[in-house]
């Protein structure tokens, strides 16, 4: 069996994250040697600020368990709904409502224990029970959170705090999802009325103060005196302001109806200038051109490795940063986070900037003139793709670009019938990566390219449940496809968040779930 259970760090830390999607806060210094997850959980003085008040630039979908969205609709419901388990400041998946798990020997059965003083917001117990037909009820409806399900045997609740879910196939992903929407515990005698999505009771430390709060405009969250870790929530309010406009998002932060919010690079020495703190990320999420037809049934050059290859080399990737992220991003030629086990940096020594280099190899593999490729134009992606244009010209390669309707841009990509495109990706876990980009029915492999070694690599590394072990085969798979060429990864795009006087900024890049667990404020 394999186990983890909850430690005192990680009960503290799950508590004191929740209040926030990239972000966690501190207000004024901290004393001593008291690392981040420590002064981050420190109960508030009365000199602490007790509000907070950020952004959101969409407005949420509704809060509903079957419709729960991860983008930064996050942000609300994470507060409201705890989720069982949630993603530490090392990227390591921790306790939160379930305090600990154990897998089965054959990795099909997955046992966690609910904490025994869990409670909804109406202050009736929060059981293995709500769990499950919090769990079978989007299993059974239609939204968005059903498909995170398919490989879901079963859920049983054998007694108060005890969830037994039985999976279909090995699934390292599982935990993961558990600290996200499949994870959450809904009221189950109410969930499925309309009104739910507009008012939901989850067990979180928050909840929404339907008076104070506007749909579509500002959301207000007010913490619960009676939730387990109550004295881990420096913030008795927390508010959510819609703003679509990254120019009026940073106005409003200039104004002081921001505690935080994230500029735009070009405004980061007039923002400091302000006296506001900014913290730089630089792998929040990823840029690369996804090779499709790899088989080169489209375009017979792809097929050759010399050709992917000479790609590769045909675009100086620090270049791209520098002019297009304005410096805040980090280039890379493998498609796995620095974040994850997987990444290895000395492959980002593969493919030098070398023009003369790709067009010898091009000779070399029969395409000496160069050739045409047609690449869908996105929404997304007019801003670089003359730079994709012209990089791809130098070593004769001709971009012919289709102008795509923004309400198909997901089909364009779907639909298999472009060789290549660029693509953007959110920082995740390196089995979803390698689920999405390598697996037959991967979202970004639409024409199911398949090689034998690649396969057998990824079988072997989607199956393996210790984390170490793990590691070591999604390495030795990041090695195969970055020596074949399988995608041109050009860069990672970072991030700036700026912080009025009094609070900081205290997240990780490796916490990747957007919720409220990046917030604490503590007194020097």
Known sequence: MRSQSNTRRGATRAAALVVGALVALTACSTSGDTDAS????????????????LSLERQPATFDPINLSEGTDMFIWSAIYDTLLYVGEDGSIEPRAAESWEYSDDGLVLTLKLRD???FSDGTPATAADYKATAEYVMSTPGAGQGQFVNWESVDAPDDTTIVITLKQVDPTVLRSLAARVGIIAKPDLMTEESYGLDPIGSGPYVLDTEATTTGSVYVLNKREDHWSVDN?????????????????????????????????????????LGL?????TAQAS??????????????????????????????RQAFVDGLLGGVGQATEQMFYPTTGAFDESLNDTYAYDVEGAKALLAEAGYADGFAVTMPSLVYTAQMEPNVTQALADIGVTVDWVAVPAQDTVQAVVSGQYPMTIWFDGQTIAAKSAEGHYTTSGFLNPMQYEEPEVTALLTDALSELDPDAADAKFRELNEL??????????????????????YEYVGTEAEINSTLDRFGVTVG
């Open 481 to 502: 496809v970055v020596d074949e060429a399988w995608d041109i990864p050009l860069y990672f795009t970072g991030q700036l968040w700026a912080a009025q006087d009094g």
């Open 38 to 53: 420590e002064s981050a959980s420190a109960s508030p003085t009365v000199d602490a600020p007790t509000t907070v008040t």
């Open 277 to 281: 703190t900014v913290t730089e990320f």
């Open 117 to 119: 003083d869990l409670t």
């Open 287 to 316: 840029t690369f051109i996804k090779i499709f037809d790899r088989a080169g049934t489209m375009v017979p050059a792809l097929a050759d490795v010399r050709v992917r290859q000479a790609l590769n080399m045909a675009f100086d």
């Open 233 to 273: 929530w420096p913030f008795d309010t927390v508010t959510f302001r819609v703003i679509q406009d990254t120019t009026a998002i940073e106005n409003a932060l200039r104004a002081g109806e921001l505690d935080f919010a994230p500029i735009q690079t070009s405004s980061r020495g007039a923002v400091e200038g």
